[in-house]
């Protein structure tokens, strides 16, 4: 199993600013995943943090608006860029090994804007 | 491409009764399925897996669930239910990628 920290835990933000999630696991890792979870929602895949190259975006997710780092097999990071209300919702990490083994969530973040 | 439906959105059952948790997937390759559970304000917590290996899987808290090819199902069950099993129950699908897909999730309530 893997343990994830990811922190802030929770924040109240102001509309336009950014907010940077930073995701730490205590093993390495192949896959790391960002997901969002909307108020009463389901997850939706924002993105595969590929290490040392870019991120992979799901359709309707955008680099500029949430850019994310990966510089090594332990850590990754999510920014919220340039906040709207809409952008309310809890931001989870998730690790997985291989595709046969299960994914391990940190305990997300739950973001505010205001 | 793969998915994941979950019927119905809420369920509520009496302390003691049978919890039973409906899961249905599409996938054109072997799936691997999993049920995680949400309890308020946390994250997301496996409660069991399907990888292809005995079609009946038991998982923590009394859960089990069984892989039916024949009805792309994966439902949840529990002999009794207790106040404790109260949350959100998601189910996910891994088929030919590497991330989960998540049905839209069931809140379980217990009525005591």
């Known amino acids: 199993s893997a343990v994830i920290s990811q922190k802030p835990s929770r924040d109240i933000c102001q509309r336009g600013t950014s907010l940077t999630i930073q995701c730490q696991v205590d093993s390495q890792v192949t896959m790391m995943f960002w997901y969002r979870q909307q108020p009463g929602q389901s997850l939706t895949l924002i993105a595969t943090?590929?290490?040392?190259?870019?991120?992979?975006?799901e359709s309707g997710f955008v680099i500029d608006k949430f850019p994310i780092s990966r510089p090594n097999l332990t850590f990754s990071t999510l920014t919220v860029s340039n906040m709207s209300p809409e952008d309310s919702s809890i931001y989870l990490c998730s690790v997985s090994g291989t595709a046969n083994t299960e994914a391990f969530f940190g305990q997300g973040t739950r973001l505010t804007v205001v | 491409a793969q998915s994941v439906t979950q019927l119905g959105s809420h369920v509520s059952v009496s302390e003691g009764a049978l919890v039973l948790l409906r899961c249905n997937y599409s996938s054109s390759v072997p799936p691997y399925l999993f049920w995680y559970v949400q309890y308020p304000n946390q994250g997301l917590q496996l409660l069991l897996k399907y990888t292809s290996a005995a079609t009946l899987v038991k998982g923590i808290n009394g859960f089990e669930a069984e892989f039916k090819k024949s009805e792309t199902s994966f439902h949840l069950t529990k002999p009794s239910a207790h106040m404790s099993d109260a949350a959100e129950y998601f189910c996910a699908v891994r088929a030919g990628a590497n991330n989960l897909f998540f049905g839209t999730g069931t809140r379980l309530t217990v009525i005591p």
């Open positions: 943090a590929n290490q040392g190259s870019e991120a992979t975006y």
